[in-house]
Every structure is written in structure tokens, then in C-alpha cells.
């Protein structure tokens, strides 16, 4: 259940930065869906791998 728990938490944060960077340098934002999405799927397989 912790890693659940973890999974989620890193999701919740690679979207606050994907907002924060949307704030900040609106122009950089397509590049950065790829990022959030590898890290979204780096949780996911970390949190299936764990439980």
C-alpha cells in the first residue's frame, strides 16, 4: 500500500511542475508532456514492479 501511496505522490508532482513550468515558460510546454509523460509511466512501472 506504501508504494501505492509513492505512486502517486510522484505523479501528483510531475503535474505541479509540468503547471509550475506552464506559468513560468509557457512556450515549452509540448517538449514537456513527453517529459511528464515518461515520468508518469517511471511511477506506474515502479509502483507495479514493487507490489
Do not use: E, Q
Amino acid at each position: 500500500m506504501p508504494t501505492v501511496f509513492f505512486g502517486v505522490f510522484c505523479a501528483v508532482c510531475a503535474l505541479f511542475a509540468l503547471a509550475g513550468l506552464a506559468l513560468v515558460v509557457p512556450r515549452d510546454i509540448p517538449p514537456l508532456y513527453g517529459t511528464v509523460a515518461l515520468i508518469l509511466t517511471f511511477a506506474a512501472l515502479g509502483v507495479a514492479i514493487l507490489r
